[in-house]
């Protein structure tokens, strides 16, 4: 079985959650799973005045860690239609696993949340995507057999590019079970995917 890693930055926990629906995903199909989150770059006190989510139960990742993983599908919040700068800090120091092309052939995937539907979800998800692609992985989206990302029935996150959520504007929308269970599906078959190759 494929051994995965679910590696994640949430500022209010939007992302903590799809994180851990990700991991279940992936654990259905006898995968070993991680959840890690990214460090902090901002001050306590700056995160406590603007209310983060600062109980995350998640271990701190290093950079050393993502070399062990089969696949690693990351998430952060949107900034402006890219990632946060907590998440590139991160993967901004892993210049020496692309040098040895440590991460070459490992599979990769993506989520995100946004305040708005159109909040740059799907530039976000390729940002993501980007770094993914420059560490020579392989890319797993939410495919077309996830049909809860179908119709306009009610608001719901989603893409052909990966999983996602909405927030609202003062953070009071908590994930839907729709897009709870696309975080379940993508964890699923990120899990497959690995499986087929490194078995």
């Known amino acids: 079985m494929s ?6 930055y949430s500022s209010y926990g939007h992302l903590e959650t799809m994180a851990h629906a990700i991991a279940e995903g992936a654990r259905a199909t006898g995968a070993e799973v991680d959840v890690k989150r990214v460090p902090e770059t901002v001050s306590p006190e700056i995160a ?13 990742a290093t950079i050393a860690d993502l070399e062990h993983y089969d696949a690693i599908i990351v998430g952060t919040g949107t900034r402006f239609g890219r990632i946060s700068s907590q998440m590139a800090a ?38 993501i995507i980007t770094n993914l692609l420059h560490f020579g992985m392989t890319i797993v989206g939410l495919d077309y057999g996830f049909q809860g990302q179908m119709g306009v029935g009610t608001v719901v996150g989603g893409a052909p590019y990966g999983v ?4 609202d504007g003062d953070g009071s929308r908590s994930p839907s079970e729709v897009e709870l269970d696309s975080a ?10 690995a499986t087929k190759l490194f078995a």
């Open 3 to 8: 051994k995965v890693l679910v590696l994640y």
């Open 48 to 60: 406590r005045n603007a209310h983060f989510k600062l109980d995350q139960a998640a271990p701190v």
């Open 90 to 127: 991160f993967l901004d120091q892993a210049g020496g696993l692309w040098a040895r092309g440590a991460l070459n052939g490992k599979v990769g995937a993506a989520f995100t949340s946004t305040a708005s539907q159109h909040g740059g979800q799907e530039t976000t998800l390729f940002s």
């Open 164 to 167: 996602t959520t909405i927030a």
């Open 184 to 193: 379940r599906y993508l964890g699923k078959r990120v899990a497959e995917t």
